[in-house]
């Protein structure tokens, strides 16, 4: 039997795996050496593979890669500590992409947005404070919550010896690399901060769907029509380049994202092609790349505080309006 689930996904699946599993190693090594040139490539590597293996885990909740169920979860499963998404089972990071799908909705990990309401002033000007100097501070509080949760909630005590256990070996390789070289952790930091923004901008400007934290419980309210129309309108896709496909596999074709959701069991290497035959050229859900990266930088605080996501209007900078997610990352949740 076939081991991989769509036909022709050997070769370009044991590309990328195999660029993800040696490509991590190597970046971290190169982060241990002396001279400066390997401690740049070794963030770059570190951090790219760091984002392939986030998009991986996404490819293996939707099953997409592996023909048998248990591949797949074990491939998120290693992908999930890899990216340091670990802290959550892969079984919930799976739970609440799918009701993202069906519900068509941003099933939020939690309403951080409440958080920083009730918190003191300080807390609230000291992440807007982090997020404009490029620090994802939001980001950091979805991570910190999936940790915490079990020591915050008496009902959710028996998930503490897991948690407990995965931090132990967190810290102890960590600690490991600190006591070979302390300069690697922190260029590990930033290697992990690279990937946080190439995922949150991925995020980003994908949706113009609501949001609602309903992970423990709670329905999405019956307000409107969720159909797949509303899906494909409130669905875009950011391409890193429309004439240059090959651009896209540096976010590994999470871009054509128009094409995911018509079709979400369709693998990453063949979005591309399924783009080209599912929509025109001059398709409105394209986003032109140029304005999203002006508008990622411009409204980064704006972001933060809006109670919606913004419009995309038509036209030249039809985008301008389109302030995006935050807070939406597949790796979170509980």
Known sequence: MAVFRAQGSALPNLLA???TLLGYPLGVWLLLQSAWASNVIGV?????TLVYAA????????????????????????MSWITGACYAPFAALRHKHMRHHVDRADVLTLDYQAVLER???WVYRTVLALEWAWIPAVEFIMHGY???LPFLRPERRAERPRLLMILAVRVAYFGALAAISPAAVLLHGLAYLLMLHLLRFGDAYQHTYDGFAVLEGGDIPNDKVRDREYEQTNTYSNLLAVDRPWVNLLLLNFTYHNAHHERPLVPWHALPSLHAQLFPADYRQVLPFIDLLRGYHRDRLKRITSSDY??????PGRANGFLGAVGVSFLTAV
């Not at 770059?44 to 790219?48: F, P």
């Not at 913004?310 to 036209?315: A, N, S, T, Y």
């Open 55 to 78: 998009y991986f885990v996404h490819e293996f909740a939707h099953g997409a890669i592996f023909r048998a169920v248990a591949w797949n979860h074990r491939g998120g499963v290693l």
């Open 119 to 121: 918190a003191p002033r």
């Open 44 to 48: 770059l590597l570190t951090a790219h």
């Open 310 to 315: 913004g419009e995309v209007g038509d036209g």
């Open 146 to 148: 999936v940790i915490l």
């Open 17 to 19: 795996l195999g660029y």
